[in-house]
């Protein structure tokens, strides 16, 4: 990754945003990059979070608009089943839900044989921790080691799952995200 590029979308509102803002938005940015593949959240938000949900739609539907100059592989990142399970609870809780969406509690994650692609990162591991600190408002003490809740982020330096949404399919055994593409 060369560039990183923030939309101006409060944490806690992106959902608030007009939808024919964001496709305009995000297609600008899309079009700007002419990407090979595109990544965004799974359909579950991962924890069910409203501003995920609103983001992966969105992204689906710029992604329609486009025409792009060479196929596209669009993906969705997977997390282990119950990875998130307490995140969720606790925005049960303390949010009494109005930040979570109608994604049901069941209905998190996958298991790891569902994933299409399964992308070891873990030589990655400190440039991945660097990342996490850019989500500020979810960290104690710029750890990111305290990534949304303590421990959390164990789980999340090994390995990383994609699942194939639109565009060039894996060849069996892929362990890259770019297998496949001319």
């Given at each position: 990754v060369d560039t990183v590029q923030f939309l101006n979308w409060?944490?806690?509102?992106?959902?608030?945003?007009?939808?024919?803002?964001?496709?305009?938005?995000?297609?600008?940015?899309?079009?700007?990059?002419?990407?090979?593949?595109?990544?965004?959240?799974?359909t579950d938000g991962v924890y069910g979070h409203v501003d995920h949900l609103s983001l992966t739609r969105w992204v689906s539907l710029t992604v329609a608009s486009l025409v792009?100059?060479?196929?596209?592989?669009?993906?969705?990142?997977?997390?282990?089943?119950?990875?998130?399970?307490?995140?969720?609870?606790?925005?049960?809780r303390y949010a009494h839900g109005?930040?979570?969406g109608?994604?049901?509690e069941g209905d998190l994650g996958c298991d790891r044989e569902q994933a299409d692609?399964?992308?070891?990162i873990s030589r990655m591991a400190d440039h991945k921790l660097h990342a996490v600190q850019a989500h500020a408002s979810q960290l104690t003490d710029d750890d990111p080691h305290s990534f949304i809740e303590?421990?959390?982020?164990?789980?999340?330096?090994?390995?990383?799952?994609?699942?194939?949404?639109?565009?060039?399919?894996?060849?069996?055994?892929?362990e890259h995200l770019f297998s496949g593409l001319g």
């Open positions: 409060s944490d806690g509102a992106v959902s608030e945003v007009s939808p024919d803002d964001a496709v305009s938005e995000l297609g600008r940015v899309m079009a700007s990059y002419e990407p090979d593949i595109v990544i965004t959240l799974g792009p100059r060479k196929p596209l592989r669009v993906l969705h990142t997977a997390f282990p089943r119950r990875l998130f399970r307490s995140v969720r609870r606790k925005l049960e109005s930040l979570l109608a994604t049901r692609v399964v992308v070891n303590q421990g959390l982020i164990d789980h999340l330096l090994e390995e990383e799952w994609f699942m194939l949404v639109s565009g060039p399919p894996f060849a069996d055994g892929a």
